[in-house]
Nanobody
Framework: QVQLVETGGGLVQAGGSLKLSCAAS????????MAWYRQAPGKQRELVARASIGGSANYLDSVKGRFTISRDNAKNTVYLQMDSLKPEDTAIYSCNAVISGRIYWGQGTQVTVSS
């Protein structure tokens, strides 16, 4: 069974930074996409950032220029560097992987940004 384990969440003041990690239990070398989603209370889940196998990345408009997604295939890990955090970034952040046509999710990690 494939597992995705997120770490790095926590409480940070506005303007601060956090780096999330998502470690996969299998190789992500052939993963079509590795992505981060988030869901704030009372809101729908939204795609924050996605890294494709070809090296391209796309971002939610509101995080462009502040967040950076990267994948380390050798470590089977995808990262989300979050800078200049805002209170509206507060949410549960979940890792998502599409590997061999199947979709996998992590359990999520809480990110709270205080004003």
């Amino acid at each position: 069974q494939v597992q995705l384990v997120e770490t790095g969440g926590g409480l940070v003041q506005a303007g601060g930074s956090l780096k999330l990690s998502c470690a996969a239990s299998i190789s992500i070398l052939t993963a079509n996409t590795m992505a981060w989603y988030r869901q704030a209370p009372g809101k729908q889940r939204e795609l924050v950032a996605r890294a494709s196998i070809g090296g391209s990345a796309n971002y939610l408009d509101s995080v462009k220029g502040r967040f950076t997604i990267s994948r380390d295939n050798a470590k089977n890990t995808v990262y989300l560097q979050m800078d200049s955090l805002k209170p509206e970034d507060t949410a549960i952040y979940s890792c998502n992987a599409v590997i061999s046509g199947r979709i996998y999710w992590g359990q999520g990690t809480q990110v709270t940004v205080s004003s």
